[in-house]
């Protein structure tokens, strides 16, 4: 997740088939951007569950989480096994039970009633535009520092995240470079105009930009880089 990047699902799909073995996708950040790009994600289609996150990137509140299993048998038999063992522990069992029969809400908030909310009012064409427009603006934000010498970019930009340092510090190694570009995190957050996050990319600490919300405009990725080297500046007075 902290680069973006897509694995080569169809080739694991077939090590997980030729070994009888489940073959699911950790797509919490990254598989809903299938809806905008799908060459980027030939090979989805063969996995036996996918999880996903809606509040990553089909912009929902906080703890709204999904599993996808291409069989409901599978899911169906998993929670009943996990319902006879709360049965076995129980001195009144309940015939049947399941945990997931039991409320809509189990230990998180019914979620799931925002997001078909959003689909059906919305429509599947303007989150498909929005994540679309997400992704330009990571490839416009890669582009952009590329072109500045003072900065990086330490790995393709495949999605949404862009990773990417300050190495405009004449003679630093990279223990230099690292403790550098941490204090320059640090900065920038301070200054209040922009926030990014951090990833260690071989060894290297970056800056992270990631593009998940629907209201970011292009002048708000225009203003990261300046905002970076302004907050380089102070950090190398």
């Known amino acids: 997740m902290n680069t973006g990047a897509?694995?080569?699902?169809?080739?694991?799909?077939?090590?997980?088939?030729?070994?009888n073995a489940w073959f699911h996708i950790d797509g919490a950040y990254?598989?809903?951007?299938?809806?905008?790009?799908?060459?980027?994600?030939?090979?989805?289609?063969?996995?036996?569950?996918?999880s996903l996150d809606p509040h990553k990137w089909l912009y929902q509140p906080l703890d709204c989480g999904c599993l996808l299993?291409?069989?409901?048998?599978?899911?169906?038999?998993?929670?009943?096994?996990?319902?006879?063992?709360?049965?076995?522990?129980?001195?009144?069992?309940?015939?049947?039970?399941?945990?997931?029969?039991?409320?809509?809400e189990l230990s998180r908030r019914f979620r799931a009633l925002k997001l078909w909310l959003s689909l059906r009012y919305h429509g599947m064409a303007a989150f498909r535009q929005s994540i679309a427009k997400d992704l330009a603006h990571a490839s416009r934000l890669a582009s952009a520092i590329e072109k500045e010498p003072e900065l990086e970019l330490l790995a393709s930009v495949e999605l949404s995240a862009v990773c990417f340092r300050y190495r405009a510090t004449v003679g630093q190694s990279e223990d230099g470079l690292n403790s550098f570009n941490t204090a320059?995190?640090?900065?920038?957050?301070?200054r209040g105009r922009v926030y990014l996050s951090n990833a260690k990319i071989r060894d290297k600490f970056a800056l992270r930009?990631?593009?998940?919300n629907h209201r970011t405009k292009d002048?708000?990725?225009d203003s990261v880089i300046p905002e970076v080297l302004a907050a380089a500046r102070e950090v190398r007075r």
């Open 6 to 19: 897509v694995d080569p699902l169809p080739q694991i799909a077939e090590i997980a088939r030729r070994h």
């Open 219 to 221: 002048a708000d990725v």
């Open 69 to 104: 299993y291409r069989s409901p048998d599978v899911a169906q038999k998993t929670f009943a096994h996990s319902g006879e063992y709360a049965r076995s522990l129980s001195t009144d069992p309940v015939e049947g039970f399941a945990f997931f029969e039991e409320s809509l």
């Open 209 to 212: 930009a990631c593009i998940v």
């Open 184 to 190: 320059l995190l640090k900065r920038i957050v301070a």
């Open 30 to 50: 990254g598989a809903l951007a299938a809806m905008a790009d799908r060459k980027k994600f030939d090979g989805l289609e063969l996995a036996n569950s996918i």
